[in-house]
């Protein structure tokens, strides 16, 4: 009768020490597969997930330098033309090869702080928020006198520690990014809207100490 499975070598006591061969069952040559397989495959999870570590790895850092080239490119596109609307800003950014949704750029624009200033025509178009908060007439024939005074600002109120400032349409942003890059001690900080700046004073600020420090902004506050 023929045997199956592996054998082993084993020594016989009653055969006076002599090595006689043993089949091996069937089923350890089974689990000994088994077993093989699944260090295998363990080993091969393993791989896997080092893999998919990297890949994360390698996916973020190409998002990430892809957001801060489109980021660059927007600050460029605003700094150099004026661009009056989002569908304006996605056709130039389509033209330097950067594919992406109008929600995207919503996204961009706010991570930027950009805002809306108007122009000395009266247009208004996007303005970052380190820039003046207005664009540069290429008329000569307006002086610098006529540009400051374009800031968009219109009144200024107390009440308490809390001061509202009015503005054209546009220009709150950028004048409360400008109030809060001054680093005030009398003032707290600042909540823009389109028109509209709410600023937090502290306690027991004078007013006209609180004029004085926006007048480096807003020029004609006073």
Do not use: H
Not at 83 to 110: C, H, M, N, P, V
Not at 159 to 182: E, F, H, K, L
Not at 193 to 203: A, K, P, S, Y
């Amino acid at each position: 009768m023929r045997q199956t499975g592996m054998i082993q070598k084993t020594k016989n006591a009653d055969c006076g020490g002599t090595t006689a061969l043993v089949p091996m069952p069937q089923s350890y040559g089974r689990e000994s597969r088994i077993s093989d397989l699944l260090q295998k495959y363990s080993l091969f999870l393993v791989y896997i997930e080092y893999y998919c570590i990297n890949l994360r790895r390698w996916l973020n850092n190409y998002a990430m330098k892809k957001k801060a080239n489109r980021l660059d490119t927007i600050k460029l596109i605003i700094s150099s033309k004026e661009i009056g609307s989002q569908g304006e800003l996605l056709k130039e950014l389509r033209d330097e090869g950067f594919a992406l949704t109008q929600a995207t750029l919503s996204r961009d624009l706010k991570q930027l702080k950009v805002a809306k200033a108007a122009t000395i025509s009266g247009k208004y178009v996007y303005v970052l928020p380190n820039d003046i908060m207005y664009k540069r007439s290429t008329d000569r024939s307006v002086s610098t006198t006529e540009m400051l005074r374009s800031n968009g600002f219109i009144s200024l109120q107390f009440s308490g520690n809390i001061a509202v400032i009015r503005t054209r349409p546009g220009y709150a942003s950028s004048m409360a990014y400008d109030i809060d890059a001054q680093e005030a001690e009398c003032i707290l900080g600042t909540i823009a809207g389109d028109d509209t700046i709410l600023l937090v004073l502290r306690e027991g600020e004078r007013k006209e100490r609180i004029v004085s420090t926006l007048a480096a902004v807003i020029p004609d506050i006073r």
